[in-house]
T-cell receptor, first 112, second 116 residues
Framework: DAKTTQPNSMESNEEEPVHLPCNHS???????IHWYRQLPSQGPEYVIH???SNVNNRMASLAIAEDRKSSTLILHRATLRDAAVYYC?????????????FGSGTRLLVRP | KAGVTQTPRYLIKTRGQQVTLSCSPI?????VSWYQQTPGQGLQFLFE???????NKGNFPGRFSGRQFSNSRSEMNVSTLELGDSALYLC???????????????FGPGTRLTVL
């Protein structure tokens, strides 16, 4: 099974960078790594995704290990609005079907 | 562009009843996925519909079913409700098949189902 492992929670100070780790040791060669976040009382929202190379967008950066068994989501300057649960997601091929597997996520607390 | 909409937002049912939830994807999106979110199990994939066909299915009993219409709108049905079905049901849409591709999924706000 393609599973992800994330810390249950992390804390950060406002305006400081945050590094959210994710382990995915059983990832297959064609699986993209997706990150979503879920703000309180909302559905998840897309943050970023990548395959092998590091990726940047206006929200965050994604650093992928060379062996692809882990990745790190980087928020360059955390704001109070970034307080959310962050999910690292892979797809899994089980019983002749693809599924998207959400882990338990990391709850990010941002201190003012 | 309007986002993903789900109706109703809140629902209260009793055990044994059935319920139908509705999801309207972003215009132009052909894939609709459904998820169940509970405090104990987190976000779990239910199924995905793409161009009116169920393409992928999660590990849920047959009481959970869905369908997609030609305009890509989707409905999810749960029959013979159990207390454990109380959850937030989330719908997500994407341009292509979200599970086999790399496409971004856009989630709706969810329907909060409470089973008494």
């Amino acid at each position: 099974d393609a599973k992800t492992t994330q810390p249950n929670s992390m804390e950060s100070n406002e305006e400081e960078p945050v590094h959210l780790p994710c382990n995915h040791s059983t990832i297959s060669g064609t699986d993209y790594i997706h990150w979503y976040r879920q703000l309180p009382s909302q559905g998840p929202e897309y943050v970023i995704h990548g395959l092998t190379s590091n990726v940047n967008n206006r929200m965050a950066s994604l650093a992928i290990a060379e062996d692809r068994k882990s990745s790190t989501l980087i928020l360059h300057r955390a704001t109070l609005r970034d307080a959310a649960v962050y999910y690292c997601i892979l797809r899994d091929y089980v019983d002749s079907s693809y599924k998207l597997i959400f882990g338990s996520g990391t709850r990010l607390l941002v201190r003012p | 562009k309007a986002g993903v909409t789900q109706t109703p937002r809140y629902l209260i049912k009793t055990r044994g009843q059935q319920v139908t939830l509705s999801c309207s994807p972003i215009s132009g999106h052909r894939s609709v996925s459904w998820y169940q979110q509970t405090p104990g199990q987190g976000l779990q994939f239910l199924f995905e519909y793409f161009s009116e066909t169920q393409r992928n299915k999660g590990n849920f009993p047959g009481r959970f079913s869905g369908r997609q219409f030609s305009n890509s709108r989707s409905e999810m049905n749960v029959s013979t409700l159990e207390l454990g079905d109380s959850a937030l049901y989330l719908c997500a849409s994407s341009l292509e098949s979200a599970v086999t591709g790399t496409d971004t999924q856009y989630f709706g706000p969810g329907t909060r189902l409470t089973v008494l």
